[in-house]
């Protein structure tokens, strides 16, 4: 490959290598570099249509993992399909990792998260149970 620019989408590709293919050194005049397009800045129409994420904290954690778990019973719908599937054994290791976050979590946490944690694995458990029926 010769050490000439190798222009493509988005991309300037220049070698900055500091020996050439026969393994002497280059001169600092030969050296290049390689430099990617900026990212396109998204329009505000794209803005728009991408909804904002939630703050992350160990409360909207359990809540996702607690909606895993009710996809997993087959309580809402997939989002991608919409279909409603079961799957018991996911639904039975969803509940597990979070009764491991509470073992592993005892002490460190504010009462309204020990409260939540408590409630969730007590509401998917009986979940769980009656899903088995």
Same mark, same amino acid.
């Given at each position: ?14 070698? #900055?290598?500091?020996?050439? *293919? ?13 430099? #990617? ?9 794209? #803005?728009?249509?991408? *909804? ?38 996911? *639904? #039975? ?37 009656? *899903?088995?029926?």
């Amino acid at each position: 490959m010769s050490e000439e620019e190798i222009e493509g989408q988005g991309f300037i590709i220049k070698d #900055k290598r500091a020996f050439d *293919a026969k393994g002497e050194i280059k001169d600092e005049s030969e050296k290049t570099e390689i430099r #990617k397009d900026e990212g396109k800045e998204k329009t505000k129409e794209e #803005k728009k249509d991408s *909804a904002p994420l939630p703050e992350i904290n160990f409360s909207s954690f359990l809540l996702s993992l607690s909606s895993s778990t009710l996809l997993h019973l087959g309580e809402i719908a997939d989002p991608q399909s919409g279909e409603k599937k079961k799957d018991l054994v996911l *639904a #039975k290791q969803s509940i597990d990792i979070i009764n491991l976050l509470k073992d592993k979590t005892k002490g460190n946490l504010t009462q309204e998260e020990e409260k939540l944690l408590e409630h969730l694995l007590y509401d998917l458990r009986m979940r769980f149970v009656k *899903a088995n029926e």
